[in-house]
């Protein structure tokens, strides 16, 4: 019992990325660090709260995804240097100030303990990838960067759909273009109410995207209703002159405490 409650300390101080004192016993009595966001994840780690999480618990930098690459054709590399500059505004006398526009840092891994309201095995918690971003080679598949105006209540991706994405031939796969739509409209609502699961996505295809191809991915909230956040969708062309998808998102604000099953 004292051993399976010292794992549990352990695996939360390994979620939150602090250090916990322990007593004579090894129970667990305060954490001795605490800086970042507050999350109360429920059961089962009841007796230790309030938790907080560090926005980054693992040990490595991790690589910022939304940053460009060699693989970033040049047209995606415009549409970055597009939306990157409005992120800040000059000010009279030459200085800069932040704009209404954010980018949005993406990684490749969540946090470990993510489903069932168990502790994922140390394999999964090696090896768990963040669907959009598993693929190594630059390119190969989702490139994409998320920029979030918070005023405007809305946020446009720029994604260059790689030759994995493949559906038919020559052009992204349905499920590919679900994926980055429930991302970013997914981002967006999580930006805009905190944590949200995808309660329901509808989907009208009106024209194939080219692989390889960048198109913008624009999402914008329409309305909240108590825990409901409704989103809209509409993948383009890069110049906006071509509807390719449109969608509607439905996203249910959740406490974490239900992905650990509480
Ligand atoms: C920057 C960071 C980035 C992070 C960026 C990350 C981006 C990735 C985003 C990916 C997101 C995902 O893929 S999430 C993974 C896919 N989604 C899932 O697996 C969700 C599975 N479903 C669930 O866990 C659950 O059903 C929930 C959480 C959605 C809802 O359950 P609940 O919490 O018990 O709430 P419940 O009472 O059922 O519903 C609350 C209200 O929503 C309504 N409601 C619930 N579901 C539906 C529905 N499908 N269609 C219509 N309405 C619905 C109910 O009628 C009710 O309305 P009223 O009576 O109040 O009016």
Known sequence: MLRRGFQLVKGLGQITGQKFSTGRNGITIRPLLSTGTQWDTGSPFQTIRPLTMSPWPF?????DYSLPNASWSEEMKRLYDHYNALCEVEVEGGGKRKGPWRRLPSYNRTIKYATGGRCLSKVLQAKARLFTRNIEEQGAGFEYVVFSNKQE????????????????PGHVHGGAIATIIDSVTGTLASYLSGPVMTANLSINYRSPIPLGSVVLVHSSLERTEGRKTFVTCQVTSADGSKLHTEATGLFVSINVGHLFGA
């Open 153 to 168: 209540k809305r946020c446009v991706c720029v994604f260059q759909a790689g030759h994995l994405l493949e559906g038919p």
């Open 59 to 63: 040990s490595t930098q991790p690589r």
